[in-house]
């Protein structure tokens, strides 16, 4: 069932690219194939992301996609965009500031948002479905090859499975278990995550998801999130339940880390994460199940990028109330209720 | 499985699909572009046939193109296994430590099949192509294994990672690059030699393909390919200047040295750089990118815009390292790659370190059927090659060499090249006698000594210095290059209104240096260049030969530059010998 696609595919490869299939008498330089003409229009939406990072293995520096009207960057969410501006470079070498507008931990997706970025949007259809045997391309700034006006990297590959990112049974350790498209190409690199998979009519397929590795078997995983789950988590972001903090109404009375019993790691970068050094015994943190080392994420659908954050949406909860928070642990997602 | 396709049918034998013609005639090309491009595909051994990289062979008298990388651990000498099955003996020629390459030289035939050289400027990123090697040394067969991939990125610059190997201008593909495959070919779709893989991204992948691969452009490769077959270590530019991107985008000069070729040539810091080479720069990087394809002291043309306007000149580019650096570094890498970790070995007496033996002499390496194809000799990776290219160009002139005066050959000998003036009545004359150069133009005659005194007469950019080179172009041809001072063949290199590279060799004449262009079809010296220092603008002396009109092959115009400015054009008349009579001797019966 998947021969007579590749075949197809293969024909449609050929027929329009292969230079042995081009006209012999064309004056130089040669006509730009199919190919190349789909890879200039598709790099044009495709960004490079600069931010925090640049130690111990984490780099400083990954992939996006322009979608929409070309103002909304849909990535991978990471370390990288723990900074007060994103800084994206376009094709043509534009250096613009994009802010975070809001993350989905599970996908673990963010959206950013520029102003006037005179980009040309992927269109995200959540019908179009990546097929295994399909032909796909994958772009995006793996290893930080390419710099300014540089064109990102482009690597060919077939889709191999459609499939889940299950954990239970398998060493993958990844927050985000739900479908996805794996390829046969090496694909999800060191700056890759957040780049675009698209298909031979240049369309999204899907965007390039983080780097995975199998613990058991030391294999790692290139795959990339299907559109119609994008779709879904970018509505979910732009309706506004994932929101920045917010310190519209401030409580008369309201909570405070020391007395919830949490003390959190030496806050001492701007965007230091709300990592949780200690939980006091007896404490109410303690009975809500929080742990040391776990992350907070969000709290009542408010996103926390630091212990500022933190601090700010704790002054808009009155102490009597109880409220919701998501903590990261390891790569399993926790949701909590902290009630007083 | 196809849309509206009954499945059942789809699983029917039957039922298959035929290839459409257009994709057999495809699949029957990229065929024959493998099968023709694995013929040239070498595979790189030690001599115990072991060990290995890639490489591919260029020229049918068998001068293989590798990377740096592949060759340094085998030292000197290696075997490559070619697509016939057969191993043949290879010594190493001349190495690029900073670019990478290196060419070596396999002997035991004179018909090896070759490679056709690509263009790597008119790849663009979309095209597909496929690299042929000798991955994780799987060719025990000796058949080549191919990858085809897509060219993923153009113009990559790779920066130095640890070591000084800088990957300019490279090109970057998904086509499976592997260790082993170092140092093989890139071939465009056509099978044309496009790159040289040479470098993979991994990271905390392992030394496995990621799907990131960069090949050494082929023209880059074939850039420094003429010095690399003079058996030197080559070397790399530097501009003698530093550009910075201003706040308005322009590259401009940031930082600029007063001896550069660059600054006696009107650039000054400010100005902003607009093209270098055939490439257009936008961005400080590409300045960067374009430089790393250049051998040092090629000439190549700049463009800048200052406040006058858009200017257009050419600058001689100098030397990335000092004097003695690069054998240092080639010295340490090889005796890494000699020494496997955990298993030093004592040096072999037979095999010693090139910068031990003594100058000139053949290593002494018993039945090594090669042993006397390999000199080691400072700044050199193989002399042996230095001396059979030296030899090379001097034979091209064989069957028609310039007849140079033989009446009065009796020595001591008086040279005397006449001439005039270009489109005017004054004469000119150049006169060398064993005791002094004489100059005379109208009627003005000076005199210089036959070894000293000329860097002032270049330094003034006077028109004496065309008697020094006409008296190195009548020695040349009279005693060889060899019995005039220390002589290297450099390589080849580019020169000013000419469309080939000229073969470029160097012979050091007490205080000033000559580097002596030589047409690489007939040997004609076309060009002599004489240097005080690399500070100051050397006397370029032009040699023009009327088409065989002259049985003589004696030049008949000839031309004094300086800088880009012509000072003084002649037109030769004659040349001839008369017996020297010393004006000492003579003193004695002058009135």
Same mark, same amino acid.
């Given at each position: 069932?998947?021969?007579?696609?590749?075949?197809?595919?293969?024909?449609?490869?050929?027929?329009?690219?292969?230079?042995?299939?081009?006209?012999?008498?064309?004056?130089?330089?040669?006509?730009?194939?199919?190919?190349?003409?789909?890879?200039?229009?598709?790099?044009?939406?495709?960004?490079?992301?600069?931010?925090?990072?640049?130690?111990?293995?984490?780099?400083?520096?990954?992939?996006?996609?322009?979608?929409?009207?070309?103002?909304?960057?849909?990535?991978?969410?990471?370390?990288?965009?723990?900074?007060?501006?994103?800084?994206?470079?376009?094709?043509?070498?534009?250096?613009?500031?994009?802010?975070?507008?809001?993350?989905?931990?599970?996908?673990?997706?963010?959206?950013?948002?520029?102003?006037?970025?005179?980009?040309?949007?992927?269109?995200?259809?959540?019908?179009?479905?990546?097929?295994?045997?399909?032909?796909?391309?994958?772009?995006?700034?793996?290893?930080?090859?390419?710099?300014?006006?540089?064109?990102?990297?482009?690597?060919?590959?077939?889709?191999?499975?459609?499939?889940?990112?299950?954990?239970?049974?398998?060493?993958?350790?990844?927050?985000?278990?739900?479908?996805?498209?794996?390829?046969?190409?090496?694909?999800?690199?060191?700056?890759?995550?957040?780049?675009?998979?698209?298909?031979?009519?240049?369309?999204?397929?899907?965007?390039?998801?983080?780097?995975?590795?199998?613990?058991?078997?030391?294999?790692?995983?290139?795959?990339?999130?299907?559109?119609?789950?994008?779709?879904?988590?970018?509505?979910?972001?732009?309706?506004?339940?994932?929101?920045?903090?917010?310190?519209?109404?401030?409580?008369?009375?309201?909570?405070?880390?020391?007395?919830?019993?949490?003390?959190?790691?030496?806050?001492?970068?701007?965007?230091?994460?709300?990592?949780?050094?200690?939980?006091?015994?007896?404490?109410?943190?303690?009975?809500?199940?929080?742990?040391?080392?776990?992350?907070?994420?969000?709290?009542?659908?408010?996103?926390?990028?630091?212990?500022?954050?933190?601090?700010?949406?704790?002054?808009?909860?009155?102490?009597?109330?109880?409220?919701?928070?998501?903590?990261?642990?390891?790569?399993?997602?926790?949701?909590?209720?902290?009630?007083? | 499985?196809?849309?509206?396709?009954?499945?059942?049918?789809?699983?029917?034998?039957?039922?298959? &699909?035929?290839?459409?013609?257009?994709?057999?005639?495809?699949?029957?090309?990229?065929?024959?572009?493998?099968?023709?491009?694995?013929?040239?595909?070498?595979?790189?051994?030690?001599?115990?046939?072991?060990?290995?990289?890639?490489?591919?062979?260029?020229?049918?008298?068998?001068?293989?193109?590798?990377?740096?990388?592949?060759?340094?651990?085998?030292?000197?000498?290696?075997?490559?296994?070619?697509? %016939?099955?057969?191993?043949?003996?290879?010594?190493?020629?001349?190495?690029?430590?900073?670019?990478?390459?290196?060419?070596?030289?396999?002997?035991?035939?004179? %018909?090896?099949?070759?490679?056709?050289?690509?263009?790597?400027?008119?790849?663009?990123?979309?095209?597909? =192509?496929?690299?042929?090697?000798?991955?994780?040394?799987?060719? +025990?067969?000796?058949?080549? *294994?191919?990858?085809?991939?897509?060219?993923?990125?153009?113009?990559?610059?790779?920066?130095?990672?640890?070591?000084?190997?800088?990957?300019?201008?490279?090109?970057?593909?998904?086509?499976?690059?592997?260790?082993?495959?170092?140092?093989?070919?890139?071939?465009?779709?056509?099978?044309?030699?496009?790159?040289?893989?040479?470098? =993979?991204?991994?990271?905390?992948?392992?030394?496995?393909?990621? #799907?990131?691969?960069?090949?050494?452009?082929?023209?880059?490769?074939?850039?420094?390919?003429?010095?690399?077959?003079?058996?030197?270590?080559?070397?790399?530019?530097?501009?003698?200047?530093?550009?910075?991107?201003?706040?308005?985008?322009?590259?401009?000069?940031?930082?600029?040295?007063?001896?550069?070729?660059?600054?006696?040539?009107?650039?000054?810091?400010?100005?902003?750089?607009?093209?270098?080479?055939?490439? %257009?720069?936008?961005?400080?990087?590409?300045?960067?990118?374009?430089?790393?394809?250049?051998?040092?002291?090629?000439?190549?043309?700049?463009?800048?815009?200052?406040?006058?306007?858009?200017?257009?000149?050419?600058?001689?580019?100098?030397?990335?390292?000092?004097?003695?650096?690069?054998?240092?570094?080639?010295?340490?890498?090889?005796?890494? #790659?000699?020494?496997?970790?955990?298993?030093?070995?004592?040096?072999?007496?037979?095999?010693?370190?090139?910068?031990?033996?003594?100058?000139?002499?053949?290593?002494?390496?018993?039945?090594?059927?090669?042993?006397?194809?390999?000199?080691?000799?400072?700044?050199?990776?193989?002399?042996?090659?230095?001396?059979?290219?030296?030899?090379?160009?001097?034979?091209?002139?064989?069957?028609?060499?310039?007849?140079?005066? +033989?009446?009065?050959?009796?020595?001591?000998?008086?040279?005397?090249?006449?001439?005039?003036?270009?489109?005017?009545?004054?004469?000119?004359?150049?006169?060398?006698?064993?005791?002094?150069?004489?100059? *005379?133009?109208?009627?003005?005659?000076?005199?210089?000594?036959?070894?000293?005194?000329?860097?002032?007469?270049?330094?003034?950019?006077? &028109?004496?210095?065309?008697?020094?080179?006409?008296?190195?172009?009548?020695?040349?041809?009279?005693?060889? &290059?060899?019995?005039?001072?220390?002589?290297?063949?450099?390589?080849?290199?580019?020169?000013?209104?000419?469309?080939?590279?000229?073969?470029? *060799?160097?012979?050091?004449?007490?205080?000033?240096?000559?580097?002596?262009? *030589?047409?690489?079809?007939?040997? %004609?010296?076309?060009?002599?260049?004489?240097?005080?220092?690399?500070? +100051?603008?050397?006397?370029?002396?032009?040699?023009?030969?009327?088409?065989?009109?002259?049985?003589?092959?004696?030049?008949?115009?000839?031309?004094?530059?300086?800088?880009?400015?012509?000072?003084?054009?002649?037109?030769?008349?004659?040349?001839?010998?008369?017996?020297?009579?010393?004006?000492?001797?003579?003193?004695?019966?002058?009135?």
């Amino acid at each position: 069932m998947i021969r007579p696609i590749i075949l197809l595919v293969f024909a449609w490869l050929c027929g329009s690219m292969c230079p042995g299939a081009q006209a012999e008498d064309q004056p130089q330089p040669s006509p730009r194939s199919g190919l190349e003409i789909l890879f200039q229009s598709a790099q044009q939406s495709v960004v490079k992301l600069y931010g925090a990072g640049g130690m111990k293995g984490l780099e400083s520096y990954q992939s996006g996609i322009a979608i929409g009207d070309g103002n909304t960057i849909l990535t991978s969410w990471s370390t990288v965009l723990d900074v007060e501006k994103v800084r994206v470079v376009t094709h043509d070498g534009r250096r613009l500031d994009a802010e975070v507008i809001g993350v989905d931990p599970e996908c673990e997706l963010a959206l950013l948002k520029l102003e006037n970025s005179k980009l040309p949007g992927f269109q995200l259809d959540p019908a179009l479905e990546a097929r295994p045997g399909q032909r796909v391309f994958s772009i995006t700034n793996l290893f930080g090859i390419a710099a300014g006006n540089e064109a990102c990297s482009y690597q060919k590959g077939v889709v191999m499975a459609i499939a889940n990112l299950q954990s239970k049974f398998s060493g993958l350790r990844s927050v985000y278990r739900g479908k996805v498209i794996v390829v046969d190409v090496m694909t999800n690199n060191p700056g890759a995550a957040g780049g675009a998979l698209i298909d031979l009519q240049g369309r999204l397929v899907g965007l390039v998801g983080k780097e995975l590795r199998d613990q058991q078997s030391g294999i790692w995983i290139n795959y990339s999130i299907p559109v119609d789950v994008l779709v879904a988590s970018v509505q979910r972001i732009q309706s506004g339940k994932t929101r920045n903090a917010n310190t519209a109404t401030l409580a008369k009375n309201p909570h405070k880390t020391a007395d919830l019993g949490l003390v959190l790691i030496p806050n001492v970068i701007p965007k230091t994460p709300a990592f949780v050094d200690q939980v006091r015994s007896d404490s109410l943190a303690q009975k809500s199940g929080v742990l040391p080392n776990d992350l907070i994420l969000m709290i009542n659908d408010q996103r926390i990028d630091s212990q500022k954050s933190l601090q700010q949406v704790l002054l808009g909860i009155e102490r009597s109330d109880s409220f919701q928070i998501l903590l990261q642990r390891g790569t399993e997602l926790i949701r909590t209720q902290v009630r007083p | 499985m196809v849309r509206g396709q009954d499945p059942q049918d789809a699983l029917q034998p039957s039922a298959a &699909p035929v290839p459409a013609a257009q994709v057999l005639e495809a699949q029957q090309q990229r065929i024959e572009a493998m099968r023709k491009a694995s013929l040239a595909t070498v595979g790189v051994f030690g001599t115990d046939s072991q060990g290995g990289g890639s490489g591919v062979c260029i020229s049918p008298d068998g001068y293989v193109l590798t990377n740096f990388h592949v060759s340094s651990p085998f030292g000197h000498r290696m075997r490559c296994g070619m697509n %016939d099955g057969k191993m043949y003996e290879a010594v190493v020629a001349g190495i690029d430590p900073t670019g990478d390459l290196a060419v070596l030289k396999m002997y035991g035939r004179d %018909d090896f099949p070759t490679a056709s050289i690509g263009d790597s400027d008119a790849i663009r990123v979309g095209q597909w =192509c496929f690299a042929a090697g000798n991955p994780f040394v799987l060719a +025990t067969n000796l058949q080549p *294994t191919v990858t085809y991939g897509l060219i993923s990125g153009v113009r990559r610059y790779q920066y130095p990672s640890g070591t000084i190997l800088e990957y300019s201008d490279c090109i970057q593909t998904d086509a499976s690059i592997n260790p082993g495959n170092s140092g093989g070919p890139l071939f465009n779709a056509n099978g044309e030699l496009i790159g040289i893989n040479g470098r =993979c991204s991994f990271e905390k992948r392992g030394r496995v393909n990621v #799907g990131v691969g960069y090949a050494i452009s082929i023209k880059q490769a074939m850039n420094f390919y003429g010095n690399l077959r003079s058996g030197r270590i080559v070397d790399h530019a530097t501009l003698g200047f530093t550009v910075a991107t201003d706040n308005q985008g322009k590259v401009v000069v940031s930082n600029i040295l007063e001896s550069s070729d660059a600054y006696r040539r009107g650039l000054r810091f400010g100005d902003e750089v607009l093209k270098l080479g055939d490439r %257009d720069i936008a961005t400080a990087n590409q300045l960067k990118n374009v430089l790393g394809i250049y051998p040092d002291f090629w000439r190549v043309p700049l463009r800048f815009r200052n406040e006058q306007g858009v200017q257009d000149t050419a600058i001689r580019l100098q030397s990335l390292h000092q004097p003695g650096e690069l054998d240092k570094i080639v010295e340490g890498s090889s005796e890494r #790659g000699r020494q496997p970790p955990g298993k030093p070995t004592p040096p072999d007496p037979k095999d010693p370190p090139a910068d031990q033996t003594e100058p000139d002499k053949p290593a002494k390496t018993s039945k090594d059927p090669l042993a006397d194809r390999y000199v080691a000799r400072k700044g050199f990776g193989n002399y042996y090659f230095n001396r059979w290219e030296l030899d090379r160009i001097l034979s091209l002139q064989e069957p028609k060499k310039p007849q140079l005066p +033989t009446s009065g050959n009796q020595d001591p000998k008086r040279i005397q090249f006449t001439g005039q003036v270009l489109g005017e009545p004054t004469t000119v004359q150049a006169v060398f006698d064993p005791e002094k150069i004489h100059w *005379t133009l109208g009627d003005k005659t000076e005199s210089v000594s036959l070894k000293n005194g000329w860097s002032p007469r270049i330094q003034k950019q006077e &028109p004496l210095p065309i008697a020094i080179a006409l008296r190195l172009w009548y020695q040349w041809h009279e005693q060889g &290059p060899r019995a005039l001072g220390e002589t290297t063949y450099i390589g080849k290199s580019p020169v000013l209104g000419k469309q080939d590279l000229l073969d470029d *060799t160097r012979i050091v004449l007490g205080e000033i240096t000559a580097h002596v262009y *030589t047409s690489s079809l007939s040997g %004609d010296i076309e060009l002599i260049e004489l240097y005080t220092d690399r500070q +100051t603008d050397p006397a370029e002396v032009y040699f023009e030969y009327a088409p065989e009109a002259s049985l003589q092959r004696l030049p008949s115009k000839i031309r004094l530059q300086y800088g880009l400015e012509t000072r003084l054009a002649i037109e030769l008349t004659g040349l001839e010998s008369q017996a020297f009579v010393s004006p000492a001797s003579d003193a004695g019966v002058q009135p």
